[in-house]
């Protein structure tokens, strides 16, 4: 064989292999970076503020951001309502209620006692969003609840 020959098909050869005829390699991994997610919106302003003694007539929407007894005028029946507390999503109601009480409707989770000689009837919601505790005659509801904060509402019936 003449060598221009066997120099051409040597130079073929190393053309092919330079061309990615040999050995495949592994396409790189791609890595995704942190998920940022973005911060809840924050609460709306509330109709009555942030006082919860707005609550004593029986009718008010008030933005709370922790434990707080809100004052309820005698005549609806009930001796106390707490907000016991507030997480990410849910908030915490008990009422104490006056005479035995009744409980008409809970869209929460509830717990009740029955009234005895030493202590008043009682009971507690874990409320969500939109979640409400109906007592005959108030009713107390959870508008919205973001983070370590809520707006309530409470609605003589």
Known sequence: MPRPRASALLALGLLLFAAGCGEARPAPVLVPG???????????????????AACAD??????????????????????????????PERVALRAELANGGDVLTVSCTQRTANATASSPAWVTADCEQGGSLTLPAISVGVAVVRENAAIIRVQAR
């Open 34 to 52: 942190p998920v940022s997610t973005p911060p809840p919106a924050p609460l709306p302003p509330a109709q009555d503020g942030t006082d919860p």
């Open 58 to 87: 029986g009718n008010c929407e008030v933005r709370l951001a922790g434990p707080v007894p809100i004052p309820l005028d005698a005549r609806f029946g009930v001796r106390g309502m707490t907000v016991e507390s507030i997480g």
